[in-house]
């Protein structure tokens, strides 16, 4: 019989020894690559640490730009205000004062007195300081029934940074052209420097024109005021017969009011051409009295000659035969001797 040995303690033990070691090797390469990983970060941070600084601080600053920013947003305000009033002119007033004490100016302003065809109007374009817009609109509502009205506001923040730093690099480069200007050493350097300069400077010129604009425009929102009469205001339809008559007999009037017009701006061509046809009509009267005392042309007195208005059936007459005269004889052409 064959026994079965119970297993060596000393293969278990190796067995271990050799899984320890394995293990002790993947966590020794572990380790070691953690640390060079570790050590090469260290390294790239020291090295790029200035370029971190000032990415940082420029971090830092545009931050701190962007949370200023936002306070100090530039925004161009327009807004549209119709007022109605039975006296235009007075509302225009009182908005140009309430305009001269907040500050601001009045750009346009219209007056338009009531006539036989329209009542009288008023219209003001007048430019309020931003912070002082919401209380001069509340103060020019008051003045007239508020009919409609309207605020917009558009964020021009972009365009004035952009526009800013592009003037500030425009100044820096006619600085440095100025500077290479005076150390020229040649004519031909001089005047390409010059050509250059002159560019630089027209377009700085206009981009500070652009950049006060916008300004002014930040700085000055627009208001546009429109004033009414009642009357200029469209009703509504009449709600009775006669409310009806009386807009038909006002179109009847109309109606014939506007003809009287017309015919009013054409009388004056009726007259010119009235004299027209009547000088043309006048000398082919007299031409044709003249044509009818001039002498007829006489006919001729022989009926019998064929002209050639005869017709085709009628033939024309026949030639009268000669007389033929009788001969005389010997006896008579003979004198007679013996007498």
Known sequence: MERTLPPHPISHSSSRRRRSIVFATFFLAAATALTGCTTMGTSNSTESSPEIRRADSGTGESGAMSSGTEADRSVVSTAYVTLISPNPADVTEQVVVITTDAGGRVDTRTDSPATTDSPA???LIVRIPSDRLEKALDEIKSTGE???SSLNATDVTDQVTDLDARVTALRASVARLLALIDGAST??????????????QAELDSLEAQRDSLGDAVEYATVDVEITSPGAVGGAAPGDFWGGIVIGFSALVSFFSGLLVVLGILLPWLILLGLIAGGALLILRRRRRR???SPALKQP?????YSPGQGADTAPPRPSLPVETPRSTSSEQKPDTAE
């Open 301 to 305: 007195s022989d009926t019998n000659l």
């Open 121 to 123: 109007s008023g219209s």
């Open 187 to 200: 004519t031909a350097d001089l005047i390409e420097l010059e050509t250059a300069l002159s560019e630089r």
């Open 146 to 148: 508020l009919r409609h």
């Open 291 to 293: 044509t009818g005392n």
